[in-house]
C-alpha cells in the first residue's frame, strides 16, 4: 500500500517536517531516477531481498535493513526475489537536512536496524492518522515524523559500503524523459529526437540496459501514478485517472493496470483505502 500526503504551500512553509509519503508492505517494483526525487525517503526492508544504486554504489538490502535517500541524490532499486517488500517514510522540511545529521544520518546510503519492528511501528501509526477524520492532520503527521526520526536514530548503523558499477547514462536521460512527460502521448521518433539517437539505437540499449523495453518502463511509470491518485482522490472516476496517467483507452488502462498489479483499479482502491 502507497499513499502520497498533500500539502499547501502555505502548510511547507510553517512546518518544520512534513510528511508526504508512506508505503505499508509495498511490493516495491523497479525505479530509476537519475535526478532523485525532492523528498527525504527512509525504506525498510519488510520481506525478500533487493538492490539499490545510489550515486553509482550498488548495495543489497535485505531483512533488518533499510536505506535513506536525500533529495535530488541519483538513485535506481528493484528486487531480487520476487517477493521484495517495503515500508516507505517520505518527508520534507526546513529542518530535515539539519537534523538528520545531528541524529548520525550523514548520507544517503543502506542503515542495519537493531530492531527490526520500530519501523513498522511508525509506518502503522501514520497509516492509523491517515484514517482518522480529524483536523490539521499535517500537525498529527509532523509530530510522528519527528518521533520516528528520534526513534530510529538509536537503532540503526551504517552499512558497508558497496561495490561502484557503471550505470548507462543514456537509459537514465530515457527513464528522466519518460518520468516527464508520461502523462501524455508521445512517439519513439520523438524520443529519438530528445535524446539525439536514432531509434532503434536506444531501443536495444535500453533493453539490454534494464531487461525491458521503452513502453514497458512507460506504462510502469503510468501505472504508478495511477495507483497514487487513485487512493489520493476516491472521488475521481478511474476514467479521468487513467487520462492524467496518458492513457486515451479506459480498456487499455484497465488491462494494463492488472498486469502489473493483479487486479482491476475499481479493486485496488476498494481494497487499499
Known amino acids: 500500500m502507497l499513499y502520497s500526503v498533500q500539502t499547501t504551500k502555505k502548510e511547507r512553509k510553517k512546518f518544520p517536517l512534513l510528511i508526504r509519503l508512506m508505503g505499508f508492505n509495498h511490493r516495491q517494483e523497479q525505479v530509476i531516477r537519475p535526478n532523485g526525487l525532492s523528498l527525504y525517503q527512509w525504506f525498510y526492508c519488510a520481506k525478500g531481498k533487493g538492490e539499490i544504486i545510489i550515486d553509482g554504489v550498488c548495495s543489497v538490502i535485505s531483512k533488518d535493513s533499510g536505506f535513506l535517500l536525500y533529495p535530488h541524490i541519483p538513485h535506481s532499486y528493484r528486487g531480487l526475489t520476487d517477493d521484495w517488500t517495503v515500508h516507505i517514510i517520505g518527508f520534507e522540511g526546513p529542518i530535515c537536512g539539519k537534523m538528520l545529521s545531528m541524529l548520525g ?4 546510503g543502506i542503515y542495519h536496524f537493531a530492531d527490526s519492528d520500530i ?6 501509526n501514520l497509516f492509523f492518522i491517515k484514517d482518522r477524520k480529524i483536523k490539521n492532520k499535517n500537525i498529527i503527521y509532523s509530530k ?5 526520526l528520534i526513534d530510529i536514530s538509536s537503532q540503526i548503523t551504517p552499512g558497508k559500503t558497496g561495490i561502484h558499477v557503471e550505470e548507462n547514462s543514456l537509459a537514465s536521460s530515457i ?3 519518460l518520468e516527464n512527460n508520461f502523462d501524455h502521448d508521445f512517439s519513439l521518433d520523438e524520443l529519438s529526437k530528445e535524446i539525439n539517437r536514432s531509434k532503434e539505437y536506444i531501443c536495444t540499449l535500453f533493453k539490454k540496459t534494464t531487461g525491458k523495453t521503452i513502453i514497458q518502463q512507460l506504462i510502469e511509470i503510468r501505472i504508478i501514478h495511477a495507483r497514487i491518485l487513485l487512493l489520493q482522490y476516491p472521488e475521481k472516476y ?5 487520462l492524467e496517467c496518458g492513457f486515451s483507452s479506459i480498456s487499455y488502462f484497465g488491462k494494463k493496470f492488472k498486469q502489473v498489479t493483479g487486479c482491476s483499479p475499481d479493486r485496488y482502491r476498494k481494497e487499499h483505502l
Open 119 to 124: 519501523f513498522l511501528e511508525h509506518v502503522q
Open 105 to 108: 544520518m550523514y548520507y544517503s
Open 175 to 177: 527513464i528522466s524523459y
Open 238 to 242: 478511474v476514467t479521468d485517472i487513467a
Open 144 to 148: 510522528e515524523c519527528y518521533s520516528f
